[in-house]
C-alpha cells in the first residue's frame, strides 16, 4: 500500500479514516475516452463516495479553445469551485471511476491554480467498492465557499515551448500513450489526427506506472519505469498524451518521487497532430 500523502496520493484506508472531517472535500472527477462507452455523470449519480461532488473536466474547461478540455482561466476555476463548496481550508481528495486515470488531471488543475491540498485516492471508486465501503446516490448541499487560487504558470506548457523543447532538448518530453499509438502503428481516437509523436520524445504509458489492481507503483518501481523508457529523473519533464489527461498520471508519479521541475503539455497530441507544420515522429 502507497504510503498516504495529503499532497499527492491517499489510500481508501486513510479516506475512510477522514470521511467526515469537516475540512474535508471529495470529488469524482471520472471521465472516460468515447470508447469506453461509460457516462461518468450517469454513474456518479448511480452511486458515489459519499459526500462527492462531481467534477466535470470538460465543462470547467476553457470554452475559449478548440482543443478538448484545455485548463479553465483562473475566474472560471473560482466559480465553479465556489459554486460547488470547495474552498480555502480544504483539504481535497479526488478519484475517478477506474482506479488512477482522470483523477490525476484533476489533482494536476488544482495544483496549477495554487492549491497543494490534494490527493489522488490510490485505486479509485473501483477499489473503494470492491472493499466494500459505503456508498450514497444523494448529491451533497452545496454551499458557497470562498476560493483564492494563483496560478502556477511554470507547470503548464504551451505548443511554441514543447516545440523549443523538442528542438533544444533542454526538457525531456515523456508521453504517456499506450506504445503503439506512441509508434504511429495505431490510429488516434479523435478524428483529424495523425500518428506518431513529438520529436525526441520518449514513451512511458501511463500504465507502466500502475499495479494490475489500478493503484499507483511504489516508489523503487516508478523510478525502474522511469528509468527503463529513459527518463533521467535529474532533468526536467514535459509530459504529454493524447489531451492533457492521463499525462497527468506521469506528473503524480513524478511527484511522488520529488521531482522538482515537471510541467504537462497540456494541448498534446489534440494539438500537435493537427497541425501539418508540426514535425512527428514515427
Not at 506506472?209 to 529523473?233: C, H, I, N, Y
Amino acid at each position: 500500500m502507497a504510503q498516504d500523502d495529503p499532497a499527492t496520493l491517499v489510500s481508501t484506508e486513510w479516506l475512510a479514516a477522514h470521511l467526515q472531517d469537516p475540512d474535508l472535500r471529495i470529488l469524482d472527477g471520472s471521465w472516460y475516452l468515447p470508447a469506453m462507452n461509460r457516462d461518468a455523470r450517469a454513474e456518479y449519480e448511480a452511486g458515489h463516495i459519499p459526500g462527492a461532488r462531481f467534477f466535470d473536466i470538460d465543462e470547467i474547461s476553457d470554452h475559449r479553445s478548440e482543443l478538448p478540455h484545455m485548463a479553465p482561466p483562473p475566474e472560471k476555476f473560482i466559480s465553479r469551485m465556489r459554486a460547488m463548496g470547495v474552498g480555502d481550508g480544504h483539504r481535497i481528495v479526488v478519484y475517478d471511476g477506474i482506479g488512477i486515470f482522470s483523477a490525476a488531471r484533476v489533482w494536476w488543475l488544482f495544483r496549477l491554480m495554487g492549491k497543494t491540498e490534494v490527493a489522488v485516492l490510490d485505486g479509485g471508486f473501483a477499489k473503494w467498492q470492491a472493499e466494500g465501503r459505503e456508498v450514497e446516490d444523494i448529491a451533497p448541499v452545496l454551499r458557497d465557499r470562498h476560493i483564492t487560487v494563483q496560478r502556477q504558470a511554470h507547470l503548464v506548457k504551451d505548443v511554441t515551448q514543447v516545440a523549443a523543447a523538442a528542438k533544444l532538448g533542454d526538457w525531456q518530453i515523456v508521453d504517456a500513450r499506450a506504445p503503439e499509438r506512441f509508434a504511429g502503428t495505431a490510429p488516434e481516437p479523435r478524428a483529424g489526427l495523425r500518428a506518431g509523436h513529438i520529436p525526441n520524445s520518449l514513451n512511458l504509458p501511463f500504465a507502466e506506472l500502475l499495479t494490475a489492481e489500478g493503484t499507483m507503483k511504489p516508489p523503487e518501481q516508478l523510478r525502474a519505469a522511469f528509468e527503463s523508457a529513459g527518463v533521467d529523473l535529474d532533468r526536467p519533464v514535459i509530459t504529454s498524451c493524447g489531451s492533457g489527461v492521463t499525462a497527468a498520471v506521469i506528473n503524480l508519479a513524478l511527484e511522488r518521487l520529488g521531482h522538482p521541475r515537471h510541467a504537462l503539455y497540456d494541448g498534446s497530441w489534440s494539438e500537435w497532430g493537427m497541425y501539418g507544420d508540426l514535425k512527428a515522429g514515427s
